[in-house]
């Protein structure tokens, strides 16, 4: 992502839909079709569909977690708790 465009996103209000935007870019279309999220505290609460989508999600977190502090500012996700819905 270019970094003008994180400049902006991470300067714009934490709100559910960019909680969802940063997600969606973070993970791809793939894996955000499967999941839905929402941040408790420092915590993103991910939901997925099923225990592949659920383990696609745990295989990575630093990976995304490093991609999610890229577009909101670092600390703002502090952990990932993956559930299946």
């Given at each position: 992502m270019p970094d003008?465009?994180?400049t902006v996103l991470r300067k714009a209000?934490?709100?559910?839909e960019k909680i969802a935007f940063a997600w969606r870019t973070?993970?791809?279309p793939s894996v955000d079709r499967a999941t839905s999220v929402g941040l408790e505290g420092t915590t993103l609460r991910v939901?997925?569909?099923?225990?592949q989508w659920r383990r696609e999600i745990?295989?990575?977190?630093?990976?995304i977690r490093a991609r999610l502090d890229a577009l909101l500012g670092q600390g703002i996700v502090r952990s990932l708790d993956v559930t299946i819905d």
């Open positions: 003008a465009l994180a209000p934490l709100s559910p973070a993970v791809g939901h997925a569909k099923d225990a745990e295989d990575s977190p630093g990976l």
